[in-house]
């Protein structure tokens, strides 16, 4: 079983950057892929950053050039950085962690651009 906690949600001004964290917990030896997922209102969830154990990155394109995500295996950590962003930015944002062929989320961590 992986718990994963997100923060870093927060509201902000178009252009302005953020950075969000996950953290994973639990009996866990090595975590495969972990990445961050968006879902606005009314709007299907979406990758937006993905990261393999290896560090094989992929980006949505919407966010590529804006967003950087990063990983550290040893901590099972995941961050995204978040930068020039734009209201289309707005979401609840999720971490995400695939372990022993299961997905895992967390909870979700609320990102406001405003204009």
């Known amino acids: 079983q992986v718990q994963l906690v997100e923060s870093g949600g927060d509201l902000v001004q178009a252009g302005g950057s953020l950075r969000l964290s996950c953290a994973a917990s639990g009996s866990i030896f090595s975590i495969n892929a972990m990445g961050w997922y968006r879902q606005a209102p009314g709007k299907q969830r979406e990758l937006v950053a993905a990261?393999?154990?290896?560090?094989?990155?992929n980006y949505a394109d919407s966010v590529k050039g804006r967003f950087t995500i990063s990983r550290d295996n040893a901590k099972n950590t995941v961050s995204l950085q978040m930068n020039s962003l734009k209201p289309e930015d707005t979401a609840v944002y999720y971490c995400n962690a695939f372990y022993l062929g299961n997905a895992y989320w967390g909870q979700g961590t609320q990102v406001t651009v405003s204009s």
């Open positions: 990261i393999s154990r290896g560090g094989r990155i």
